[in-house]
């Protein structure tokens, strides 16, 4: 899914289009196996019972609950935040029903920085720091390659250095 034209400028272009790393869908993941064993172990338990059919009634709320929650609650946070690096400016959008979001012009941005650990280097993810002229800096966690991300928004701050082509990424 590219990222939405009707809020770009008209001469404006979308360089990177990415997700947090998946590595956040991590947790998420292993809430829904757990509550699934937990449910079905419970389920089985009292399935002999003469209240089996309340308790099954009770459980599959509490699960159902616990998986919107746990689960659906940070894929749709995840699936819905966006950063976005375009020819003018960078983008942060995030939120599912209250959307929040932050723009840098290109033109304002002093430095970019990113610091990734061993594990966080092993999985292709980091943090990017943006310095604007005005602002405190400005850290962005889990950006997928964030090494790439780094290199094509340094090459947008300073078009006349090396490597002043514009690749096109999106990913997610």
């Known amino acids: 899914m590219a990222y ?6 008209g001469d404006e272009q979308v360089v990177i289009h990415k997700h ?3 590595k956040m869908l991590v947790l998420p993941v292993l809430a829904f196996l757990l509550i699934v064993a937990v449910g079905s172990f419970l389920a089985a338990f009292v399935a002999e019972q003469t209240w089996a059919v309340y308790a099954w009634i009770a459980l599959g709320v509490l699960g159902a609950v616990a998986v919107m929650w746990l689960t659906v609650a940070p894929l749709l946070r995840w699936r819905t935040t966006h950063f976005v690096i375009t020819t003018r400016r960078v983008l942060i959008r995030e939120g599912v029903l209250t959307r929040s979001g932050v723009d840098i012009p ?6 970019v920085q990113f610091r990734h650990s061993l594990v966080e280097r092993m999985l292709g993810c980091g943090t990017l720091v943006i310095e604007s002229a005005s602002d405190e800096p400005l850290e962005f966690d889990d950006i997928p390659q964030v090494e790439r991300v780094h290199s094509v928004l340094y090459q947008e701050i300073n078009p006349g250095g ?3 082509g514009r690749p096109t ?3 997610r």
Do not use: F, K, Q, S
């Open 4 to 9: 939405p034209d009707e809020l770009l400028a």
């Open 20 to 22: 947090p790393h998946w």
């Open 106 to 111: 290109v033109n304002r941005i002093n430095t």
């Open 169 to 171: 990424e999106t990913g």
């Open 162 to 164: 090396p490597g002043t």
